[in-house]
Structures are given as structure tokens and as C-alpha cells.
Nanobody
């Protein structure tokens, strides 16, 4: 069993930056690939970025390339999402997720966090 707790969300102006953190409980954190998803009001939850258990492989949606960076620290059981050059369309609830392998479909996610709100003002 893994529990995920996100933090670091908030209100930021367009062009600003935030760093989200996801702290995981459980001794098997390093066994999972970790990812971030987001869900804007009235829209489906979508994949943002993912990182393999070893950190050797990183995956990202096209809309975040060059702006968002995912990383993990297995010693701290924590995964991060650094978000730069934020846009109003990045406004959403951001969810941390754990999965096996590199399948980032919603149905493949084993554990979800409760989400943290990110609001980008124009």
C-alpha cells in the first residue's frame, strides 16, 4: 500500500513558477513509476509527466516540454514537478500517481494522491 500526499500548489501569475511535491508512504515507493496528472474544471484528467522507478526514463506530454521538469528522490520517497513559464491554461488540480511500468493511461494507475490546486492568473 502506498499513500501519496501532494503539496506546493497555489496561486501564481502567468510566467511564474511553482514546484509541486508528492510525498509517498510505504517501503515500496522505489518500485513504482511516478507521475503527475491534472484535471481542469469540466475537462478529463490528463497525463502531465512521468518518471521511471530508477529515474532513468522520463515521459512528458507535449504541452509541458521545455516548461515542466519531473524528478524523484527515492531516499526521500518524494517526486517533484517543477513548473516554469506557467500559463493560465495550466490551471487545474494536479494529482500525483503511482504505477508499474510506463503505462500512463488512467486505468493503469495503482495509487492516486488527493490533488493540489494550481491557479495561474493572467
Amino acid at each position: 500500500q502506498v499513500q501519496l500526499v501532494e503539496s506546493g500548489g497555489g496561486l501564481v501569475q502567468a510566467g511564474g513558477s511553482l514546484r509541486l511535491s508528492c510525498a509517498a508512504s510505504g517501503r515500496t515507493f522505489a518500485s513504482y513509476a511516478m507521475g503527475w496528472f491534472r484535471q481542469a474544471p469540466g475537462k478529463e484528467r490528463e497525463f502531465v509527466a512521468g518518471i521511471a522507478w530508477s529515474g532513468s526514463s522520463i515521459y512528458g506530454a507535449d504541452f509541458v516540454k521545455g516548461r515542466f521538469t519531473i524528478s524523484r528522490d527515492n531516499a526521500k520517497n518524494t517526486v517533484y514537478l517543477r513548473m516554469n513559464s506557467l500559463k493560465p491554461e495550466d490551471t487545474a488540480v494536479y494529482y500525483c500517481a503511482a504505477t508499474y511500468g510506463s503505462n500512463w493511461s488512467l486505468s493503469s494507475i495503482t495509487y492516486w494522491g488527493q490533488g493540489t490546486q494550481v491557479t495561474v492568473s493572467s
